[in-house]
């Protein structure tokens, strides 16, 4: 045997399948973590579960004594269908005459709002957030497109992490995509829309999967052609909160998968808390003074 990289490993060193150790398999149950073959896998929203974690005892989403908390439970997304209605009400509300909610909510990193707005308004930093319930009204497939991948992948990830954790994923990731667009984009970048907290939807999930074993070829392909449409000449794509959201979004997604154990939840919590507040010292660095 060979110390070379690549080097395929000896019977005796590949992991096996705790209920039958004669079958090689480096599948892990994603939330007891033990190596399962593929009878033995029951397929999860996200990876797959051995047959201890899905007998009657467990069900619900009930861990049991050896797994992480890992939410897996039937109970509807609230969070997901409330953050839609949200998008979908200030969309609505834009396109009533007199309100101006676009320039009203729009994220600009610097002064110029340009032809959409007052030139010279003040650095104010909530639009950070505002943008992300906010799109272009004059493409409608924008927010179609948005909340689609929302609808898909927003039920999984919140009946997976639980409500609080994807709300905070949700709103570090949007608010990492506008520190994208502070830090890569031109000056007078006006930008709006929900991509960036999408994107990092997309960035957790991906993070997930791969430390719980499932297969993320697919989901790779998705995410590259969405970045590279961004960089395409005479699209109007902001790739800097794309970029922006799916960085955060991968770092909240870590850090969940991460520190699953109970013990570790004042962990992970803190590690939570402080990125979201090196994304305010970034937004604070990097932006023009208060007037």
């Given at each position: 045997m060979?110390?070379?990289?690549?080097?395929?490993?000896?019977?005796?060193?590949?992991?096996?399948?705790?209920?039958?150790?004669?079958?090689?398999?480096?599948?892990?149950?994603?939330?007891?973590?033990?190596?399962?073959?593929?009878?033995?896998?029951s397929q999860a929203p996200v990876g797959v579960l051995c047959p201890e974690c899905v007998s009657p005892r467990n069900a619900g989403g009930q861990p049991g004594p050896w797994a992480p908390p890992v939410r897996l439970g039937s109970d509807a997304p609230v969070v997901t269908y409330t953050l839609i209605g949200l998008n979908v009400l200030v969309y609505l509300l834009q396109w009533i005459p007199g309100l101006n909610l676009t320039n009203a909510f729009a994220y600009a990193p610097f002064y110029s709002f340009g032809e959409y707005g007052a030139v010279g308004a003040p650095y104010?930093?909530?639009?950070?957030?505002?943008?992300?319930?906010?799109?272009?009204?004059?493409?409608?497939?924008?927010?179609?497109?948005?909340?689609?991948?929302?609808?898909?992948?927003?039920?999984?990830?919140?009946?997976?992490?639980?409500?609080?954790?994807?709300?905070?994923?949700?709103?570090?990731?949007?608010?990492?995509?506008?520190?994208?667009v502070m830090f890569w984009a031109e000056h007078d970048t006006f930008v709006v829309g929900a991509s960036?907290?999408?994107?990092?939807?997309?960035?957790?999930?991906?993070?997930?999967?791969?430390?719980?074993?499932?297969?993320?070829s697919q989901l790779l392909i998705l995410v590259a052609i969405n970045l590279v449409i961004g960089f395409l000449p005479g699209m109007s794509v902001a790739w800097q909160a794309h970029l922006g959201g799916l960085i955060g979004g991968a770092l909240v997604g870590l850090t969940y998968v991460q520190t699953r154990q109970r013990s570790q939840r004042s962990l992970q919590i803190g590690i939570i808390s402080l990125i979201a507040l090196a994304l305010v010292v970034l937004s604070l660095s990097h932006a023009p003074a208060f007037v």
């Open positions: 060979t110390d070379e990289v690549g080097a395929a490993a000896s019977p005796a060193e590949a992991p096996t399948c705790y209920r039958h150790p004669d079958r090689v398999s480096y599948i892990r149950c994603q939330r007891c973590e033990r190596h399962i073959c593929v009878p033995c896998q104010e930093p909530w639009r950070m957030l505002t943008s992300v319930f906010t799109h272009s009204t004059g493409f409608v497939f924008h927010i179609l497109l948005n909340m689609y991948t929302l609808w898909i992948f927003g039920q999984i990830l919140e009946r997976m992490l639980g409500r609080g954790r994807f709300l905070a994923l949700y709103l570090i990731s949007g608010i990492a995509g506008s520190v994208g960036g907290a999408i994107f990092g939807l997309l960035g957790a999930f991906l993070v997930i999967q791969r430390k719980l074993g499932g297969d993320t």
